[in-house]
């Protein structure tokens, strides 16, 4: 009976930012290096709103983060990354949805917010989650690092 062990994966958080595709960046050159799977994952939620409810019944938010989501992939790393990718988008806070794409990953890679010379030194809301929750090891990207 043959043992195959399945490919590695790797999971990085998209929003668009810069940050983010620091993020992309750095995981799709280490899912070469590794020969892993890519899984680029972006959350999307109805937006939140205080008093009149909204109509939001002609509003296709999830076609709106997956089109959001092939277009930063595409833009970041080509047509032709090298590495098999397999986008995904799910509705939810983006740290918990990270953290549970991440369940079954052999890394999670997040962007980081800070903007400035002190924050810049913080972890985001979303990082900070992902580093203290996710089952596998996380790595966080400034924009200023690839």
């Not at 799709?28 to 799977?37: P, S, Y």
């Not at 986008?87 to 890679?109: K, R, S, T, Y």
């Not at 962007?111 to 996380?138: I, R």
């Amino acid at each position: 009976m043959s043992s195959q062990a399945s490919p590695s994966l790797i999971v990085v958080g998209v929003d668009g930012s810069e940050s983010s595709r620091a993020a992309l960046r750095w995981a799709a050159h280490q899912a070469r290096l590794t020969g892993a799977e890519l899984r680029p994952v972006q959350a999307w939620r109805l937006p939140v709103t205080y008093g009149m409810p909204v109509d939001y019944s002609d509003a296709d938010f999830e076609k709106q983060a997956r089109e959001s989501l092939r277009r930063t992939v595409e833009e970041t790393l080509g047509e032709h990354p090298g590495v098999p990718v397999a986008p995904q988008v799910v509705e939810g806070h983006p740290a918990a949805v990270l953290a549970e794409a991440a369940q079954n990953a052999d890394l999670l890679v997040v962007g980081s917010h800070g903007h400035g010379a002190f924050t810049g030194m913080l972890l985001g809301s979303v990082s900070n989650h992902c580093v203290h929750h996710a089952t596998c090891p996380v790595l966080v990207v400034r924009a200023d690092m690839t």
